[in-house]
């Protein structure tokens, strides 16, 4: 038997036209094979962790596939590469991300692939938008994003 498995993607880019890249990847995501797009947040812009970048769009999407969880990683880094070729000639290297957030109740620790994503915990631009799509929901490891929210104030943030 296959196994569908809801997915959530972390979105973002930081090109001077980020909410177009988005909407691109999200064209992009509706077409993977054995894969539905269920969802997308809304978007929202804040500040980069990193000084000097100019300011991120992020946003999460949700996917029903059958993939397993490296096909997709193989399949997202093609979709960075496709619109990073693009951005690469006139913006530089860094425009799109797409990370996979959640995988269904899997942990996965692969070296390609941490799976509750690494960082999420602590990012108000992964956690506020995972919330519109999976209010309540428990992570694999059993944290509960709730109580992620709570630690992770919204400031920062702007809705678009
Ligand atoms: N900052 C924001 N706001 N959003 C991102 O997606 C993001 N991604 C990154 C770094 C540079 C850490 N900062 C970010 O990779």
């Known amino acids: 038997m296959t196994t569908i498995e809801r997915v959530y993607i972390g979105m973002g880019s930081n090109l001077a036209d980020p909410a177009e890249q988005l909407r691109e990847a999200l064209k992009a995501l509706a077409q993977l094979p ?39 990683l193989d399949a997202l880094q093609a979709i960075e590469n496709d619109q990073g070729r693009k951005r690469l000639e006139r913006w530089g290297p860094r425009t799109l991300d797409l990370d996979i957030l959640l995988f269904g109740d899997r942990v996965i620790d692969l ?48 809705r678009i």
């Open 34 to 72: 054995h894969t539905s797009l269920s969802g997308a947040s809304c978007f929202y812009v804040s500040d980069s962790l990193l000084a000097g970048q100019p300011r991120y769009t992020n946003a999460v999407a949700a996917l029903d596939t059958t993939l397993e969880p490296l096909e997709l």
């Open 111 to 158: 070296p390609r692939l941490k799976v509750p994503h690494y960082h999420m915990q602590a990012r108000a631009f992964v956690l506020y938008p995972l919330a519109e799509l999976a209010p309540g929901i428990t992570l694999a490891d059993g944290r509960k994003l709730d109580e992620l929210l709570a630690a992770c104030p919204f400031e920062g943030l702007e």
